[in-house]
């Protein structure tokens, strides 16, 4: 989702923004709220969303916003909004929030006024939640101001607290043998990011294998209202291919209607390829490495 800027903002925005991300992560909830989060078969969820920002190759002002709804399990869209938006904010690591969560708010508060019987139950976002260097990335920003269950959903890892992307972590993802296969990440402050270990520190982030064909694995890191069993869970339930798809359509849509709204040649992205739907999930089980779907 990011496009690194040329120039930073002042010093004193960044403490600003320092001073709102720690306001705001007060407010986080790092445990399941809704009962289909806790049943094994997600009974009772019926909408998942997921929000993209892309970006206009070589532009660093315009971008397009993306909101899309799928059936659950079905994973068929069921709704979808983009609009070109153009960015005030440079990207800055660490703060990615305030440069895209003002324009992904807007559809969730428009899809809430227009069509409320189409909002999501949880959403995916394409970035970290909890796994952040002030433990509140993206997908926590956009669930505190929503008030919905999100999840952090990172395609490389954010090496901080000691994380790194070093041997020993590429031979625990290789380690990593089929769909729904994970190990927990463990910050060297000893906060457990990652699966329960019998210690009393909360269970954040961990690494997910997301789909067969795939050997590249997803970081999952709670966002808001949900445990971090339940989120890898169902991004795995929700995976045809490496990306969740919730994800991988607002992609899809923010991507196309980029090329569509500036006249780029190319025919339209495939918005449903044939692929195996994703198998039920089963209930997964504390421990060093699961199979949760």
Not at 72 to 80: G, Q, S
Not at 84 to 89: G, K, N
Not at 98 to 103: I, L
Request: charged share 25%.
């Amino acid at each position: 989702m990011a496009l690194e800027a040329a120039g930073g903002p002042p010093e004193e925005t960044l403490s600003l923004w320092k001073r709102e991300q720690a306001r705001l992560k007060a407010h986080v909830v790092d445990r399941d709220t809704e009962a289909w989060q806790r049943d094994p078969a997600f009974s009772g969820l019926q909408r998942v969303g997921g929000v993209d920002v892309s970006f206009v190759k070589g532009d660093s002002v315009r971008a397009c916003a993306s909101l899309v709804v799928l059936s659950f399990p079905e994973l068929e869209v069921v709704y979808e909004e983009s609009r070109m938006v153009s960015l005030t904010a440079p990207y800055v690591s660490g703060f990615l929030a305030f440069r895209e969560v003002p324009f992904l708010l807007e559809l969730v508060q428009q899809l809430r006024e227009k069509e409320p019987g189409l909002m999501p139950q949880v959403l995916l976002v394409d970035g970290n939640g909890v796994l952040h260097h002030r433990g509140f990335g993206v997908a926590c920003h956009l669930g505190v101001l929503t008030d919905l269950p999100c999840v952090g959903v990172a395609k490389k890892l954010l090496q901080v607290d000691g994380l790194e992307n070093n041997a020993l972590h590429k031979e625990k993802i290789r380690l990593l043998q089929t769909r729904g296969d994970s190990f927990p990440l463990l910050g060297d402050s000893g906060t457990v990011l990652g699966m329960p270990t019998g210690q009393p520190s909360p269970s954040l982030s961990q690494a997910l294998r997301s789909h067969d064909r795939s050997t590249r694995p997803l970081y999952i890191s709670v966002g808001h209202r949900m445990s971090l069993e339940a989120a890898v869970r169902l991004t795995c339930c929700c995976c045809r291919f490496r990306i969740p798809e919730p994800v991988r359509q607002a992609d899809i849509c923010s991507r196309e209607h980029i090329r569509k709204s500036l006249g780029l040649p190319g025919p339209p992205t495939p918005r449903s390829p044939k692929a195996q739907r994703p198998v039920a999930c089963p209930k997964g089980d504390s421990g060093e490495s699961s199979a949760l779907c």
